[in-house]
């Protein structure tokens, strides 16, 4: 079967580093999207691997591992707003996102 | 720019009930796609759209109709509303370049009692 799995939930500090992390295990395989989620709204799109090796955008950066069915997402200068869900989903083989449960990021002062 | 527009946001049905969500996008986007978000899981895919007068099942598409007239939208049609369709509905719609990100509208929030 397809599973996607990654932490129910994190607490970080407002200026810490937070690593989210995800594992997968689809039906073929063509990339891994990050998305984060504030509370009551609609998921925004963050990142794309499909390559092994980390991705950086500012202050957020995405790592891919395809032999290891692992990716994660690195926040960096944590700040208030990036309290959030982030949402981990595999493109499988169809070109179809399988999508984990996400992780609720709660970051206190 | 409104990209993906959801209609209702928020509806309370009784069970047996029928009821459309409305999805519309102004992208031109060939992919459409409805999902159900419950606490604790992840996004699940009810029905998705490949082009106009397409539609396809995905996941969890008992008790579920969809229709794609126009290409611009994507319905969703409960039929005899079940309290286990009680969740929040997420419209998304992507470019069919094959690994477009999704946009996704803000959500409708149904409850069924």
């Known amino acids: 079967g397809q599973n996607i799995d990654q932490p129910t939930e994190m607490t970080a500090t407002e200026g810490a580093i937070v690593q989210i992390n995800c594992t997968y295990q689809t039906s073929g395989f063509n990339g891994l999207f990050w998305y984060q989620q504030h509370a009551g709204e609609a998921p925004t799109f963050l990142s794309y691997n499909v390559l092994d090796g980390l991705e950086e955008k500012g202050r957020f950066s995405s790592f891919l591992s395809r032999s290891k069915g692992y990716s994660y997402l690195l926040l960096k200068e944590l700040q208030m707003k990036d309290s959030a869900s982030y949402l981990c989903a595999s493109l499988d083989g169809n070109y179809q996102l399988i999508w984990g449960a996400g992780t609720k990021l709660i970051i206190k002062p | 720019n409104a990209g993906v527009t959801q209609t209702p946001k928020f509806r309370v049905l009784k069970t047996g009930q029928s009821m459309t969500l409305l999805c519309a996008q102004d992208m031109n986007h060939e992919y459409m796609y409805w999902y159900r978000q419950d606490p604790g899981m992840g996004l699940r895919l009810i029905h998705y759209?490949?082009?106009?007068?397409?539609?396809a099942k995905g996941e969890v598409p008992d008790g579920y109709n969809v229709s794609r007239l126009k290409k611009q939208n994507f319905l969703l049609g409960l039929e005899s509303a079940a309290p286990s369709q009680t969740s929040v509905y997420f419209c998304?719609?992507?470019?069919?370049?094959?690994?477009?990100?999704?946009?996704f509208g803000d959500g409708t929030r149904l409850s069924i009692l």
């Open positions: 998304a719609s992507r470019s069919p370049e094959e690994v477009q990100p999704q946009h």
């Open positions: 759209s490949v082009g106009e007068g397409t539609t």
